[in-house]
């Protein structure tokens, strides 16, 4: 598990979207992103449940799974 903090428009979620490899919609990405040398063409492929981005929700909303 990852946990970045950041001010808003720091650049945590364009961040955490990218190691996630949800880079779709950005106008270009340069650079390679490797997994333990494996490329993201790759990763998409066959590992696509192992990295994972969760949008953020309200204290409100994860408070369910905190109460006993």
Known sequence: MCLVLGCPGSGCTTFL????????GYANVSGNV?????DAEEMRKYYKGEVVYNQEGSWLDLSQYFVN
């Open 34 to 38: 490797l997994y333990a040398g494996i």
């Open 17 to 24: 979207k990218t190691i996630a490899n949800n880079r779709q």
